[in-house]
T-cell receptor, first 115, second 110 residues
Framework: GAGVSQTPSNKVTEKGKYVELRCDPISGHTALYWYRQSLGQGPEFLIYFQGTGAADDSGLPNDRFFAVRPEGSVSTLKIQRTERGDSAVYLCASSLNRAPSYEQYFGPGTRLTVT | AQRVTQPEKLLSVFKGAPVELKCNYS??????LFWYVQYSRQRLQLLLRHISRESIKGFTADLNKGETSFHLKKPFAQEEDSAMYYCALKRDSSASKIIFGSGTRLSIRP
């Protein structure tokens, strides 16, 4: 079946602009995660949704970052007043989040470049 | 604090040689450990987890709680093993947050 999809695959924006990154999880997966991967680093957790609610947003770096999942499926990561340090690959993952399988399946990522 | 350390950014070995990718972690509890792999132009995917105690594509990893290590090993490297490998941990199997190491690029020379 279809895996996690993310759009756009690449996004170039100017410093100070607003961007939205979209994630379509695997159908039926109730849990959705966002990670950020900076150059030369491993993915870093940002936020986790269980259904429509953000169950853990402890990884969001500051209040410029916000994510929503209004219908419990598609999620949008929103970044306001982008800064050059926001440049990274943003990964989305989804899972069933119930025993025995909590495996997270990753999307291809969105490469964000802030100029 | 939870941390995963992969000391090697790049590991280059000849085809047929043994491979060992090092991983050390710091966590006070009993975490679940994983290896993820990302092949060129493909998405990040789970390779193996310590609780499964299985061999995947010839790779194995043993959790050593005394040394807080979870090294990935393969006795005979193949060219198709070339990829980025990330060691990772979760607080427990149901935890949401995965903590990743910085990754090791494995390059297999023909």
């Amino acid at each position: 079946g279809a895996g996690v999809s993310q759009t756009p695959s690449n996004k170039v924006t100017e410093k100070g602009k607003y961007v939205e990154l979209r994630c379509d999880p695997i159908s039926g997966h109730t849990a959705l995660y966002w990670y950020r991967q900076s150059l030369g680093q491993g993915p870093e957790f940002l936020i986790y949704f269980q259904g429509t609610g953000a169950a853990d947003d402890s990884g969001l770096p500051n209040d410029r970052f916000f994510a929503v999942r209004p219908e419990g499926s598609v999620s949008t990561l929103k970044i306001q007043r982008t800064e050059r340090g926001d440049s990274a690959v943003y990964l989305c993952a989804s899972s069933l989040n119930r025993a025995p399988s909590y495996e997270q399946y990753f999307g291809p990522g969105t490469r964000l470049t802030v100029t | 604090a939870q941390r995963v350390t992969q000391p090697e950014k790049l590991l280059s070995v000849f085809k047929g040689a043994p491979v060992e990718l090092k991983c050390n972690y710091s966590y006070s509890g009993s975490p679940e450990l994983f290896w993820y792999v990302q092949y060129s132009r493909q998405r990040l995917q789970l390779l193996l987890r310590h609780i499964s105690r299985e061999s995947i594509k010839g790779f194995t990893a043993d959790l050593n709680k005394g040394e807080t290590s979870f090294h990935l090993k393969k006795p005979f490297a193949q060219e198709e093993d070339s990829a980025m490998y990330y060691c990772a941990l979760k607080r427990d199997s149901s935890a949401s947050k995965i903590i990743f190491g910085s990754g090791t690029r494995l390059s297999i020379r023909p």
